[in-house]
């Protein structure tokens, strides 16, 4: 058994053990975007870039209309109404050259860390921001006057508030003038929540216990529970990180292999720290552990916060990826409302035993108050007025009993969303209120590829409304700001900052199309899907919850142009048809019934293949996207097969057939013939290369692409009829109205125009990934987009990146039926049909 598997397998087992075995099959939580938005078919979007990179530290002010931008060696302030109308401001930040060169003496790199990295960017006071950098491993922080938008003549040191690494987890917070960061900030120190800037700075406790243990910190943030609270608590900061988890039974792992885990701590805001005991330290630090899908196999990536209209509803969204011990990609999104995670902070404590080495529950006597809790009411009568006031005995158990035995677990105990092949790095979430009266929470959700995934939460699950490309070349979202002022959503990554509208609604052409989206911020008004924001609610339709109600006419398009094609027996036709949606499925009716079980009739992702024609396949080919019971037309041909091309009637038909001179004559054009059939067909092909190339770039960058074996190109039979029409330019019933589209199987092209090649070259063959749980493995498919799109022109049989998917969606590609086909007739038919039409 391969180590992979043995993972996960244990994963499975750790998994099942623990209760996390998911109620929902995997495929309820497999999500499929409803629309595929490549990067050529963005509209609306504004980029902003210097020459500079790394714009990843975001800060949006949207009551002064500005979004200020912290990114390698430079801050700037953009207008938030267009990041890139012109009028940004820049502050010039560079690390120094001495410094630079220490750097690169501590074997740094001088590309990517000898640079002043801005990592943190907040509003300071009513006049200033607070910024911090890396400065080539020398970390420097600044306050930073905002209208004059200058650098400061002092700096102050910055080795306690920010990292050395720019690529160290990093999470900073400024809380009433005090900042609180969290990092490990150098190397050799250990990692710790620190407040600053403050009367009281703290830090976390490092003896006999470490409160953190490795920790890589990814967020934080300010609950405000000291708003109306009927016990007078306090504001609490709460910070995510991932970390070696101490308390677990090594059973499950290698000696070698750390297990880590994803926790949830936190800190009282008015926490001063102890007298004598936890001086200087937090007497508030409590952690507990946050579960999502897979525990001890996940890493969190990130995490968002909402909170609708008081602190008790705040809920988090945590995105998290597989870790490194799988050989795949997969991200699983849960959502944790504060009160499971209070839930888990009022719960038993966990204890470290030194005989036995490990930790387990500890069910001994706690003191009072509370150790860990913040100073409420309760506790000022009896005359605790602040943490300095704690008894000894509270103090002491705080310093040994960090860790809450209860795990937080998500709402419903399940994740909202599992998703293969897709790594989300980063998360923003606005709630949008409906037209049915209810708030819907719309994440964003970033991939470590340049796209972003905007979903809608309905009940315990999600639809993903759309994948949106929005960088061209691959890199990480760094950063996600939603701005409601601006209805835009604004993405930091390594090349520059985008905004993009928060919807498009106009994308949606008909009221199905606006209805199926299922976007919060869309519905229809009896002509076009419009932003309801913007719209006078009355008239307005929408369905979050199903879906498919409240357009009146019955189908989704009345009618469409029909489209001729016209075939010779036994030539291949392909029928485009394009599926606007992934979730829909095709449905073809020839003469009015549907198509099925017919021998050479294939329906394919985009369209339908007639193999090896009779001339009883001609008639009418309505195709349909099916989607949650509604139909919309989308295409409708008029197919004509003819009977294989007349020889003797032409022949007897045409006066001059006998004569010698004509026969001369007719080897002269059979030859010219040939040439011009091969040069359109070269022309041709070069042509849909070239008008495929953009939109594979976009498409086919999705995964490991293997070679494709075989190529079919659709290639118009407009050039053998203009071939052929200088020999019988008498006979009308060859001259075909509206292109004659025949398939011509072919090799795979060369290296040098073949688009395969065009992707990351030289890709080592990939090692077999480890089965998924079974749990994962049903229908758990990547995109369908790879095969749509385009436009029927032409055809890439690429082979899946995954092992043979038994997806419904993939089940009627052509891939597998077209390869056997073409094999079969490679080396025969092209000649054959040459020889034909050269006749
Ligand atoms: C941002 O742009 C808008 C529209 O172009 C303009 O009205 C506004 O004054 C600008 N704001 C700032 C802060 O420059
Ligand atoms: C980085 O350092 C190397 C020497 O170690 C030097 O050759 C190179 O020019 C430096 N690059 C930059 C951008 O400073
Ligand atoms: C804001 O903070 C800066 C830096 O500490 C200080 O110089 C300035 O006076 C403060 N402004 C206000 C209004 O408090
Ligand atoms: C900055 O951007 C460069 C170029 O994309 C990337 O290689 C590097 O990892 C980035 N650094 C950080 C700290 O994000
Ligand atoms: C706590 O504050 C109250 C009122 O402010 C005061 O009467 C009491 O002496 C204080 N207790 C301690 C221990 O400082
Ligand atoms: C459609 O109807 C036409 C005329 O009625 C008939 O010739 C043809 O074979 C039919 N085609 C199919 C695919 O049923």
């Known amino acids: 058994m391969s180590g992979g598997t043995a993972h996960l397998l244990t994963a499975l087992f750790v998994a099942a053990a623990m209760g996390y075995q998911s109620r929902r099959s995997a495929t309820d939580l497999d999500a499929t975007p409803r629309t595929t938005v490549t990067f050529d078919e963005l509209l609306g979007i504004r980029r902003f870039s210097a020459h500079t990179l790394n714009y990843s530290t975001l800060l949006l002010e949207e009551d002064r209309g500005i979004l200020y931008v912290g990114a390698r060696g430079a801050i700037f302030a953009l207008n938030s109404s267009d990041v890139a109308d012109g009028s940004h401001r820049t502050i010039h930040w560079e690390a120094s050259p001495e410094k630079q060169m220490d750097c690169l003496q501590k074997g740094k790199n001088n590309k990517t860390e000898c640079f002043n990295h801005v990592r943190f960017l907040q509003r300071l006071n009513s006049t200033h921001l607070y910024a911090c950098g890396t400065y080539a491993f020398h970390p420097l922080c600044a306050s930073i006057d905002a209208n004059r938008f200058t650098l400061p003549s002092h700096f102050e040191e910055g080795k306690e508030k920010c990292p050395y690494d720019p690529a160290r987890g990093y999470t900073g917070l400024i809380v009433d003038g005090g900042l609180y960061t969290a990092t490990r900030y150098e190397f050799r120190s250990l990692p710790d929540i620190r407040r600053n800037l403050h009367q009281r700075p703290l830090k976390t406790e490092e003896s006999p216990l470490h409160w953190l243990n490795d920790a890589e910190f990814v967020a934080s943030v300010l609950v405000q529970e000291s708003k109306d609270s009927p016990v007078g608590d306090d504001d609490k900061i709460y910070y995510f990180f991932m970390e070696r988890a101490g308390e677990e039974t090594t059973s499950f792992f290698d000696k070698n292999q750390v297990a880590r885990v994803a926790r949830v701590a936190r800190v009282c805001k008015s926490d001063v720290g102890g007298k004598k005991i936890l001086q200087r330290k937090w007497t508030s630090f409590m952690k507990a552990r946050l579960v999502c899908y897979i525990p001890y196999y996940e890493v969190l990536r990130s995490i968002c916060s909402l909170d609708g209209g008081g602190w008790a509803s705040t809920v988090f969204y945590a995105a998290f990826t597989l870790s490194a011990q799988w050989t795949m990609e997969a991200s699983a999104v849960c959502r944790y409302s504060i009160s499971s995670v209070q839930h888990a902070f009022e719960g ?285 037309l989308l295409a409708a041909y008029s197919l004509t097969v003819l009977p294989e091309l007349p020889r003797g009637p032409t022949a007897a038909s045409r006066p001059h057939a006998a004569s010698q001179a004509a026969g001369d004559m007719k080897v002269a054009y059979v030859s010219a013939i040939v040439a011009l059939v091969v040069l359109c067909a070269v022309l041709s092909t070069v042509l849909l290369y070239v008008s495929c190339l953009e939109k594979r770039k976009g498409k086919y960058v999705l995964g490991e692409p293997r070679p494709a074996s075989v190529e079919l190109q659709t290639v118009s039979a407009n050039c053998l009829r203009k071939g052929r029409r200088e020999e019988e330019e008498e006979e009308e019933e060859l001259t075909y109205p509206d292109g004659c589209l025949r398939i011509i199987p072919g090799e795979a092209p060369t290296a040098a125009t073949s688009p395969v090649k065009e992707l990351p070259a030289a890709v080592p063959p990939l090692p077999p990934p480890p089965p998924l749980p079974a749990e994962l493995t049903n229908g758990v498919g990547a995109l369908p987009n790879v095969l749509r799109k385009m436009n029927g022109n032409s055809y890439m049989l690429l082979q899946q990146q995954e092992e043979p998917l038994a997806s419904p969606l993939y089940s009627a590609s052509f891939t597998e039926e077209l390869s056997k086909i073409l094999e079969k007739r490679k080396h025969t038919q092209l000649v054959e049909k040459l020889d034909e039409s050269s006749v």
Request: include cysteine; charge should be negative; hydrophobic fraction near 35%.
């Open 348 to 632: 038993p404590y966990m204890e470290y035993q030194d005989s036995a080495r490990k930790w387990s529950r500890y069910d001994g006597a706690v003191p009072e108050p509370r150790p860990g809790s913040c100073i409420t009411d309760h506790s000022r009568r009896k005359g605790y007025n602040s943490s300095q006031d704690l008894p000894n005995s509270v103090l002491d158990f705080i310093k040994l009993h960090p860790l809450m035995f209860e795990e937080v677990k998500p709402a419903s105990e399940e994740p909202l969303l599992v998703k293969k092949s897709v790594v989300y790095s980063q998360l923003a979430v606005d709630r949008v209120r409906a037209l049915d009266g209810h708030s819907y929470d719309v994440l964003f959700m970033g991939t470590g590829d340049g796209w972003i995934h905007k979903a809608v939460v309905v009940g315990s699950g999600i639809h993903i409304v759309e994948e949106v490309q929005v960088f061209g070349d691959q890199q990480p979202v760094e950063s996600l700001v939603i701005s409601h002022t601006q209805r835009s959503l604004y993405v930091g990554a390594a090349s520059g900052i985008l905004q993009v509208p928060l919807a498009s609604c106009a994308r949606y052409a008909s009221c199905y199309d606006c209805i199926l989206a299922r976007d919060p911020y869309c519905a229809w008004d009896g002509r076009a899907c419009r932003a309801i924001a913007t719209a006078d609610s009355t008239g307005l339709v929408q369905d979050i919850q199903s879906g498919n109600e409240g357009c009146r006419s019955s189908s989704g398009r009345g009618s469409l142009p029909w489209k001729n094609r016209t075939v010779l027996q036994g030539d291949d036709v392909l029928l485009p048809c394009d599926q606007h949606s992934n979730l829909a499925r095709a449905i073809w009716l020839l003469n009015g019934s549907e198509a099925q079980g017919q021998d050479r009739l294939r329906v394919g992702v985009d369209g339908l293949l007639v193999t090896d024609t009779l001339p009883q396949h001609s008639g009418e080919y309505r195709c349909y996207g099916e989607e949650r019971g509604l139909r919309t």
